[in-house]
């Protein structure tokens, strides 16, 4: 089986009037599942199942992109036996939200959620997200969830353990977020040894081992990020300029 995951810098579903600003990209995750119209089950638990980000994806991936669309709701649900794995194993697409990645790895290994998703990927199910939904099937990534509600309070990125179904440290939001680089950066130089960073609107998209980056939105861009001879190094991964064309290669 094909194994595919789409992992995803950031970017809002309903960015206010128009378009969603990860379209191309999500195009791009349902031709993958070689569906005309795919099942594809929401993972909402890194942002506590919050009914109103359940309800936007709905809307979204049902009413405009045409999928059947399903959830896993962990919070204040008590699944019957064998309903978690049959929801995972039996959808076209899982596609993991955004929020706090250390509560959702957590809740994940809690239910074994984590060990039916690699099951699923290895039976050729398109795994997808952004933030921490792309986080996620990293060995490891450079998270925010130690932050709190208080936005003027500070706080330390922390390393959390992701699935490892791709080598290396994921770092998303790059290009909005002014911390996130030079604290990446620590975090290469103290405890890892090389990261993807994605910017808000380009994704990481891995196909048996070989990628390609795509991007939504002009501009997006993604890096290579390693340490060497005791410094940080930083690369771009090249992008053709139409939003929909992609450059391969082996990113390790």
């Not at 993972?43 to 506590?48: C, D, E, I, L, Q």
């Not at 959620?113 to 990293?138: P, Y």
């Not at 002014?178 to 993807?196: D, Q």
Request: charged fraction near 30%; glycine fraction near 12%.
């Amino acid at each position: 089986m094909s194994k595919k995951i789409v992992a995803i810098g950031g970017g809002k579903v309903f960015p206010g009037a128009g378009e969603a600003a990860t379209l191309d990209i999500d195009l791009e995750i349902l031709r993958l599942s070689g569906k005309e119209y795919p099942k594809l089950l929401f993972v909402p638990t890194a942002s506590h199942d919050a009914a109103g980000y359940v309800a936007d994806i709905r809307k979204y991936f049902w009413e405009k992109l045409g999928c059947i669309v399903d959830t896993l709701e962990l919070y204040g649900n008590r699944y019957e036996e064998g309903e978690i794995e049959k929801k995972i194993l039996g959808t076209d697409i899982v596609y993991v939200g955004g929020g706090n990645t250390l509560r959702m790895m957590r809740m994940w290994r809690k239910h074994s959620v984590d060990l039916l998703l690699r099951k699923a990927w290895e039976n050729g199910t398109v795994m997808a997200g952004l933030s921490a939904g792309s986080i996620c099937w990293f060995e490891a990534g450079h998270s925010d969830s130690r932050k709190g509600a208080d936005p003027t309070k500070a706080f330390e990125y922390m390393k959390v353990r992701g699935l490892g179904l791709i080598e290396g440290l994921h770092c998303p939001h790059y290009d909005v977020e002014e911390y996130r680089r030079p604290e990446l950066h620590k975090m290469i130089l103290k405890s890892w040894g090389k990261a993807i960073a994605l910017e808000n609107g380009a994704a990481l998209v891995v196909e048996d081992g070989e990628y390609r980056i795509l991007v939504s939105r002009p501009g997006a861009k993604a890096f290579r990020v390693w340490r060497e001879d005791g410094s940080v190094r930083e690369e771009e991964i090249e992008v053709e300029k139409r939003s929909n064309e992609v450059q391969r290669g082996n990113y390790a």
